[in-house]
């Protein structure tokens, strides 16, 4: 376990919520933020603010080294070859849709097809359904089992030669379960097609190695990892950015503009038209420093620990159920409380002071599968302790008496 003085560097957490100290149980939606990220934007906009690749004024060239160096920070981050294959974007979401708007459009012709699995979040299905939908290809899905889980097998299966794009997220943000996606990297790479790997719930709580893992893009959200919202990171290996256009158009991005046709920066900044999220990068870069000195090996071994210590816990009561496979948690378990609604489990957790989710969390395909039409949440980051998961628990009793079930 992590030691306990680790919640002192959240200020938020020191809170009370009506009228009970602040479990929060909600990281997976966004997780809070140290001092260390909060001073590191705080210094940007003190000190250093100014727009980055414009100005040949002292600011401007600070803003840029600072922009650059949370670059630099991200693709040591990944593991990635170099900071040329790190793309600031908004998220997760709109990574995974410069990926689909750009090179999926480019490299899919009619009858060729994208993979991806009914376990996705919505932004890692939508902007395929959009992507086969203006290609005229074929979106194939990964068949599921009754956990919700698929097999490396049946991705296998599911891939053929006129597979483009193979798209799967590293950790699923209802089952909490990681997929296999170095083999699926490999079997996607046998049959010509790219693997993307949506990691929204990876980065948070493992040690990620891009080249390792052999995939062709990764996208990550900024705010799911103790950044700011508004900054996430695409990573694609180098000789496939340098094949995409850009689907944003405007400043910054350019070479040289005609009155009929221009030209684009190379990667990564033609990817980035606009002024972009410059503090937000900046304090990325500081949820990346303070992740490594918290070490992501412990955050790891942390937050499985404490998922198991609630699943055991929860496993133990009366019509409870848990969804998803049995083992390897890494940090969230989904679950449902008889017959009551997930909503009104969240509500009145909520007047103890315990904060989770509840609802389809962006995944409806994969929640009609399981045959629920919503259910709830409790997810656990470096700052949670036991004591947390034991007034979650209790409140939890609480709501069962009240309801009745
Ligand atoms: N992919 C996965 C696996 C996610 O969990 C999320 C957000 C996203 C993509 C989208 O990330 P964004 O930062 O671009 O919004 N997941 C959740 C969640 O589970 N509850 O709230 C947001």
Known sequence: MLPYDIREFFPILGQYMNGHPLVYLDSAASAQKPIQVIEAVRRFYERDNANVHRGVHTLGSRATDAYETARVKAARFLHAKSEREIVFTRGTTSAINLV?????????????????????????????QQAAKTAGAVLKYIPLQSDGTFSIEDAEKTMTNRTKVVAVSHVSNVLGVANPVKQMAAIAHRHGAVLVVDGAQSVPHMRVNVQELDCDFYAFSGHKMCGPTGIGVLYGKKPLLEQMEPIE????????VGLHDSSWKETPWRFEGGTPPIAGAIGLG??????????????????????????????????????GPEDGRLGL????????????????????????????????????????????????????????????????YQTKQFFKE
């Not at 158009?249 to 040289?256: N, Y």
């Open 333 to 396: 378990v989904t679950f449902n409380l008889g017959a009551i609604h997930p909503h009104d489990v969240a509500t009145v957790l909520d007047t103890y002071g315990v904060a989770i989710r509840a609802g389809h969390h962006c995944c409806e395909p994969l929640m009609h599968h399981l045959g629920a039409g919503a259910t709830a949440r409790a997810s656990f980051y470096m700052y949670n302790t036991e004591e947390d998961v034991d007034r979650f628990l209790s409140a939890l």
């Open 100 to 128: 689909a708007g750009s090179y999926a459009r480019a490299v899919c012709g009619s009858g060729d097809e994208i993979v991806v699995s009914a376990m996705e979040h919505h932004s890692n299905l939508l902007p395929w």
């Open 286 to 323: 500081a949820a990346i420093d303070f992740l490594g000195q918290i070490g992501l090996d412990s955050i790891a071994e942390h937050d499985k620990q404490l998922t198991r210590y609630a699943v055991e816990r929860l496993k133990r009561m009366e019509h409870l159920s848990i969804y």
């Open 249 to 256: 158009f405007g400043g910054e991005m350019i070479e040289r």
